[in-house]
């Protein structure tokens, strides 16, 4: 492990290959005996992890990292963490590279109709309450396995200049850092934050199916909220607001 930098808060660990940086970094706040601010990348993750028990692909020409946020434990509303980082992915990479993308809620974000990023946020309890969200960016990747061929994709797939590892790193902690601490907040219901959402929702407007409390539904996404909860109006009109899953 080497420091790269380190800046007014946060320094950042980056490893030429390691399983995951999510667990990695759950380790090192496990033996930290004080709140800790850190980055920690990895060329490539052998066994990066995706929602749900999923894996994550991480070969080489990704970018793959894990920021930590310690929190007090009294926020009332911490998955809106995971809409947070892609608004702070979205930014970074409109900034970075001209180019627009948007959040298939509630933790991939999409590049023309396909996957480009996905994200993981984890809670850590120990001295204390962290949150961890891990990042995972598709750069240079020319293909993907056949099962994920139609809905992965990468910069260089679509013909667009990845940004420098480093600068997106930055640039996206930056931007997260300033959302989570001093835009929006994980202690009450943010005014402000449902037009950012809805601006760069990919899923609103689409049919979706979801399944509740063991029962499938299918309706159309027609909000995202100031929780960061997604509505589904179903056919006869009711709606449905969900905070956590999966939709497809
Ligand atoms: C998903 O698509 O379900 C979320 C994928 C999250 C992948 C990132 S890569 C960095 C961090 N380390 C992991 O093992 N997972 C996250």
Redesign the pocket.
């Known amino acids: 492990m080497y420091t790269v930098f380190s800046d007014r808060k946060r320094s950042i660990i980056s490893v030429p290959v390691t399983d ?4 990695d970094i759950k380790n090192i706040i496990k033996e930290s005996k004080k709140p800790l601010f850190t980055v920690l990348t990895a060329d490539r ?1 052998k066994n ?4 749900l028990g ?1 894996s ?1 692909l ?1 070969p080489e020409g990704g970018l ?3 920021v930590s946020f310690p929190l007090t434990g009294r926020e009332t509303n911490i998955p809106l963490l995971t809409l947070l980082a892609g608004l702070a992915v979205n930014e970074a990479i409109e900034e970075l590279t001209g180019v627009k993308t948007l959040i298939k809620w509630p ?2 974000i999409y590049l023309n109709n396909k996957k480009l990023c ?3 946020t984890e809670l850590v309890t120990f001295r204390g309450l962290t949150a961890v969200v ?3 960016i598709n750069l240079t990747a020319e293909d993907f396995p056949e099962e994920i061929r139609g809905i992965a994709t990468s910069f260089l797939r679509e013909g667009i200049t990845p940004p420098d590892k480093g600068e997106l790193i930055k640039k996206i902690t930056e931007i997260l850092d300033r959302l989570v601490y001093e835009e929006y907040s994980l202690y009450n219901v943010n005014k402000n934050i449902t037009e950012a959402l809805r601006e760069r929702s990919y899923s609103l407007g689409k049919t979706v199916s979801y399944t509740l409390a063991g029962e499938k539904i299918t309706g159309t996404v027609t909000d995202i909220r100031n929780t960061g909860a997604a509505v589904i109006t179903l056919p006869d009109g009711k709606e449905k607001e969900i905070f956590c899953g999966e939709i497809i």
Not at 20 to 23: L, P
């Open positions: 995951s940086t999510n667990t993750q990066g992890r995706g929602r999923r994550f991480s793959y990292f894990s933790n991939d996905g994200i993981l891990g990042i995972g």
